[in-house]
């Protein structure tokens, strides 16, 4: 059974900090492994998403870095900004097709403080 | 393009009381999910549907939790009775096979409280 741990639980930093998230998981047969967003009261916000055969990918000040061998991946923020607060959740894919439901960790809560 | 939509955001009721929450996923999404978030804690995969058959519902309480997607578009899930226990936000969640990574769309979720 695919188990996802996210560290750290929480994070608080001051602005213009770069930050790393991380999140590791015990099957590496994975189809793809994605993170989202998610602030107080709402739904999912996809942030990126990487294919098993991909390394990482890049969204303006975020990037994510995927090593499906050894079952870690990690969310790289470069200067946070107060924006950024909110939780993070990582998700990883077990197939591509059929049964594909996601297993996500339980979130990192991200505070950033002006 | 319009998202997963849900109704409602927002529901209280009593234990043993039944309740029902409904999804529309993007026009033209095969795929449907529902996930239970429990606060504190990462989503769970309730019941995912291919058109109107399920594909997996392995971690769907069967003896209290029932869904349904007619016609293959909306879909309902239902919990009679409600426990203490369900008091969570359900996501319903679409994708679509055409685009290569398989990405799921989230809706905004129904907040439910059992009392």
């Known amino acids: 059974k695919q188990e996802v741990t996210q560290i750290p639980a929480a994070l608080s930093v001051p602005e213009g900090e770069n930050l790393v998230l991380n999140c590791s998981f015990t099957?590496?047969?994975?189809?793809?492994l994605q993170w989202f967003r998610q602030d107080p009261g709402k739904g999912l916000t996809s942030l990126l998403l990487?294919?098993?055969?991909?390394r990482e990918q890049t969204s303006g000040r975020l990037n994510a870095s995927l090593d499906k061998s050894s079952g870690r991946s990690t969310l790289y923020i470069a200067a946070s900004q107060p924006g950024d607060s909110a939780t993070y959740l990582c998700?990883?894919?077990?197939?591509?097709?059929?049964?594909?439901?996601?297993?996500f960790g339980k979130g990192t809560h991200l505070i950033i403080q002006p | 393009e319009a998202g997963v939509a849900q109704s409602p955001r927002y529901k209280i009721i009593e234990k043993r009381q039944s309740v029902a929450f409904w999804c529309n996923p993007i026009?033209?999404?095969?795929?449907l999910y529902w996930y239970q978030q429990i606060l504190g804690q990462g989503p769970k995969l309730l019941i995912q549907?291919?058109?109107?058959?399920?594909?997996?519902d392995s971690q769907l309480p069967k003896d209290r939790f029932s869904a349904e997607r007619l016609k293959g578009v909306d879909s309902t899930l239902k919990i009679q009775p409600a426990k203490l226990e369900d008091s969570a936000v359900y996501l319903c969640?679409?994708?679509?096979?055409?685009?290569?990574?398989?990405?799921?769309?989230f809706g905004p979720g129904t907040r439910l409280t059992v009392l």
């Open positions: 099957d590496s047969a994975i189809y793809n």
């Open positions: 549907f291919q058109n109107n058959g399920v594909v997996d």
């Open positions: 998700a990883v894919r077990r197939g591509g097709g059929g049964a594909d439901g996601l297993t």
């Open positions: 969640a679409s994708s679509i096979e055409r685009l290569a990574n398989h990405e799921q769309f």
């Open positions: 990487i294919q098993s055969s991909q």
């Open positions: 026009s033209g999404h095969a795929t």
